[in-house]
């Protein structure tokens, strides 16, 4: 029975490390902001929308569109993150490095950023960290409307880009992306069932 014991939920199993677990979201909210910089400023070079996330001085001027500039993109994404209250009128750069030095953040502010991301990026490619994207689907499953949680209600959702998977029964398998847009209210199309594996 000692031996069953190691694998059940607050355990005696043996101790690990467990000093990277955190409930501050501010670095992943960091680099939403950066992905949304990128957005805001017409970079179409998908190479250069990963690798500003990671580090701001790493997008590429050359990469950037002139004629992509829209002005108010980085208010809207502001206001729909629900940012604009603390960040309003500042670059987006600056609100990012605020955010990274700043307080803790928490994962409903981490998930308004990423809707908001997704949805100024349109058909443009957003690099989100894996954790990122799993993190906020299984923030918004409990939070997505009803409708929506019916669908994948007793389903496993499995992102086939990113790794991860929670929950049980049926599998739903999809890129990350199309699994956030469903549970925050993007997009309409649900992970499709797939057979498991």
């Known amino acids: 029975m000692s ?3 190691r694998h059940l939920p607050l355990s005696n199993r043996p101790p690990q490390d467990e000093t990277s677990v955190s409930t501050d979201r501010r670095g992943a909210l960091a680099a939403v902001v950066r992905q949304a910089d990128a957005l805001t400023s017409g970079a179409l070079d ?3 929308l990963t690798s500003s996330a990671l ?3 790493a997008l590429d001027p050359s990469a950037l569109d002139s004629s992509a500039l829209n002005p108010d993109a980085a208010a809207q994404f502001l206001a729909e993150a629900r940012l604009d209250r603390e960040f309003a009128g500042r670059p987006l750069p600056e609100v990012a490095d605020a955010i990274a030095a700043g307080g803790g953040r928490s994962i409903r502010a981490l998930t308004d950023a990423v809707r908001a991301a997704l949805s100024l990026a349109g058909d443009r ?3 989100l960290d894996p954790v990122t994207t799993g993190s906020v689907a299984l923030y918004a499953i409990g939070r997505a409307p009803f409708d929506r949680r019916a669908v994948v ?3 496993t959702l499995r992102a086939t880009d990113d790794g991860w998977e929670f929950g ?7 890129p990350a992306r199309q699994i956030l847009e469903f549970l925050l209210a993007l997009g309409d199309e649900p992970p499709p069932l797939t057979t498991r594996r």
């Not at 049980?168 to 999809?174: D, F, K, L, S, T």
């Open 3 to 5: 031996d069953l014991s």
């Open 46 to 48: 998908a190479d250069a």
């Open 55 to 57: 580090d701001p001085s």
């Open 125 to 127: 490619p957003v690099d």
């Open 153 to 155: 209600g007793g389903c």
């Open 168 to 174: 049980r029964g049926p599998e739903r398998a999809a």
